[in-house]
């Protein structure tokens, strides 16, 4: 459920500071002494790179569904993108001696249930999908990436990159609303309900992996803070009500 699109309307939601701290300071070589953290790192590892091969096969499939071949190509482009981010990952993962495919299973559920969820049913429906609903995920790695070493910062920012998603699905669904002001109506209902999938796949992940919980908001010793939790989502919800307004649509 990764989208690498980062609109330019929306504000940047990861709290990076400015100067870099604790492990946030270090390379991987030093940061991996530490087991928990080494486990945190290879279970965010595992759910991006799920993330980046379910993205580029539902682009694939969303591409079915394009009304021109112009519009085909270019979700074809940004399956491929998506691919290509997903092979680093992969590779990284083997690079750090774990192997992907067990790296990965642990999220395939989450996943898997997000997209059953929220199956479009139309071409706007699955463009808003990647634009608003992905673009949540990409809001929630990038936080994390803050506390993360140099090495799988650099790598995990290289991954969230933008493919040009999200310029696209806005330039699309805005003419669509020009052209049918009721598409409008619809289209918001949507991205509601994908607003409430989205934090929900979110806060399991989060909940269930007790490493990633713990370096999430900085080592905390009887798990994740609340309190520090609900403020990186409603960072995140801020970032997806100008992602609304940038798709012409209510929050």
Known sequence: ???????????????????????????????SADPQYRAAVVDLLGALAYGELAAFER????AKLAPTLADKAELAKMASAEFHHFERLRDRLAEIGEEPTRAMEPFVGAYDGFHKQTAPSDWLEGLVKAYVGDSIASDFYREVAARLDSDSRDLVLAVLDDTGHGGFAVEKVRAAIDADP???????LWARRLMGEALSQSQRVVADRDALSTMLVGGVADGFDLAEVGKMFSRITEAHTKRMAA???AA
């Open 1 to 31: 459920m990764t989208s690498s699109d980062k609109p330019e309307n929306a504000s940047d939601t990861t709290a990076t500071p400015a100067e870099h701290t604790g492990v946030a300071a270090r390379d991987w070589a030093t940061a």
């Open 182 to 188: 009721r598409v409008g109506g619809r289209l918001a």
């Open 59 to 62: 682009l694939a499939e969303d």
């Open 247 to 249: 798709l012409g649509l």
